[in-house]
C-alpha cells in the first residue's frame, strides 16, 4: 500500500498519462510545407498586447500560476513588454514555455477499490470568479430565508397551541402566502448587499480556497487590504438576519412550553408537544450547526471543523428534513408501516 502522498501522485499521473489520447498515432505524419516551416505573425506589436491584457475579463478564475486576471489586466503597461518578447520568441522557435503547460489535475474517486488507479478520473477543482460569487449570493440567500421561514413556522406553532380556536381565522392562505413571499424576498435581498462587497475584494494572497464552497469566511481570509466595510455589514446582518428570528423562534417556543405545560392532561400534553416536534426538531439540528461555528473562541477556529459543520447545514440537514417532517403524516406512517410489513 502506497502512503506516500508524492508516490500517490506519481502513480496516478502515469495512469492518467496512458489513457490520454495521442493524436500523432492517430493522424499519422502531417505533411508540412518545407518553404515556410515557422508560424509568421505580422501583426504582432506590444502595443497589441497591452491591448489584449486590458480585455481580460476580471471575473474569472486564476489558472495554475496563481495569478489574478485582475492583476494582470492593471499591470498591462509594466507587464505588456516582457509577454512581447515571450510571444515573439515562441513564435520564432514553435514552442512555448514549459510553464504554459502545466494544470491543476484533482483525481476524483469513481466508484470500486480505491487502490486501484483506474478507478479515478482527473479532475480540474477551479471556479470562475463569476460562478463562485452566484454560488456565495445564492448561499447567503437560502440560509437567510430558512432563518425567516423557521421564524414563521414558530409563529404558526404558537398561534396553533396558544390560540386554537383563532388559528383558522389568523394563518389563513393570505397570511401563509405573506410570510413565505416576505421570506424568500428578505433572503434575496439582503444577500445582494456582502456579496456586492465581496465582489471587490482584492485577492493578492492564495486562490486556493479552503473550503467545498465559496464561504465568506474563507474568501476573506484570502483577501488583502482593509475590509472593515464588509465586516461590519456582515456583523449588521447577523444581528438583524440571523440573531433577531432566532430569539423570536426561541421567545415562541418559552410561551409554547409554559402553555403545555398547564395542560392538566397527560394526552393532552403529549398531542400539543408532537404538534411542534418536527419544528423543533429541526430548529435544534440548524441553529445547533450554526452555533458550533460562529460562537466558538478563535482558538477552537478550524478549517476542517468549519467544512463539516458547514456540510451539515447545507447537505445534511436539508437532506433529512423532508423526513422529519413527513414522519408525523399519518398516511406517510401507513405506506412505511404497510412497506416494512410486505418486506
Known amino acids: 500500500m502506497v502512503v506516500d502522498d508524492e508516490e500517490k501522485a506519481n502513480i496516478l499521473n502515469t495512469f492518467f498519462s496512458t489513457v490520454f489520447t495521442v493524436e500523432n498515432e492517430m493522424l499519422g505524419e502531417i505533411p508540412r510545407n518545407n518553404e515556410n516551416p515557422i508560424l509568421r505573425v505580422t501583426n504582432l506589436t506590444q502595443e497589441e498586447v497591452r491591448n489584449r491584457l486590458n480585455k481580460i475579463k476580471i471575473d474569472k478564475s ?21 509577454l512581447f518578447l515571450i510571444f515573439s520568441d515562441s513564435i520564432a522557435t514553435g514552442s512555448v514555455p514549459q510553464d504554459w503547460r502545466i494544470a491543476n489535475v484533482v483525481p476524483i474517486f469513481k466508484k470500486g477499490s480505491k487502490s486501484e488507479p483506474g478507478n479515478y478520473r482527473p479532475s480540474n477543482k477551479q471556479i470562475s470568479f463569476t460562478g463562485c460569487i452566484s454560488q456565495q449570493y445564492f448561499y447567503i440567500a ?66 486556493v480556497i479552503n473550503h467545498f464552497f465559496c464561504d465568506l469566511t474563507a474568501l476573506l481570509k484570502l483577501s488583502c487590504g482593509k475590509n472593515a466595510n464588509i465586516e461590519v455589514l456582515i456583523l449588521v446582518e447577523s444581528l438583524v438576519l440571523g440573531f433577531m428570528p432566532f430569539m423570536f423562534t426561541l421567545a415562541s417556543y418559552v410561551i409554547i412550553v409554559r402553555m403545555i405545560g398547564s395542560i392538566r392532561v397527560k394526552d393532552g400534553r403529549i398531542k400539543a408537544f408532537s404538534t411542534c416536534s418536527s419544528h423543533l426538531t429541526v430548529v435544534i439540528l440548524f441553529y445547533g450547526t450554526m452555533i458550533g461555528i460562529y460562537m466558538r473562541p478563535p482558538s477552537m477556529y478550524s478549517p476542517a471543523h468549519d467544512k463539516l459543520f458547514a456540510l451539515l447545514y447545507t447537505a445534511v440537514i436539508p437532506m433529512i428534513n423532508p423526513m422529519i417532517y413527513t414522519l408525523r403524516n399519518g398516511e406517510v406512517k401507513n405506506i412505511i408501516k404497510k412497506g416494512l410489513h410486505l418486506s
Open 62 to 82: 486564476p489558472g495554475p500560476d496563481g495569478i489574478h486576471p485582475r492583476v494582470l489586466r492593471e499591470l498591462s503597461n509594466v507587464i505588456d513588454k516582457p
Open 142 to 207: 437560502f440560509a437567510v430565508a430558512e432563518y425567516f421561514l423557521l421564524a414563521a413556522m414558530a409563529y404558526d406553532r404558537y398561534v396553533a397551541i396558544c390560540k386554537p380556536l383563532h388559528y383558522p381565522f389568523i394563518m389563513n392562505s393570505k397570511t401563509c402566502l405573506l410570510l413565505s413571499q416576505g421570506c424568500w424576498l428578505t433572503g434575496f435581498v439582503s444577500s445582494s448587499f456582502p456579496v456586492s462587497l465581496s465582489s471587490r475584494l482584492n485577492f493578492c494572497k492564495s486562490h
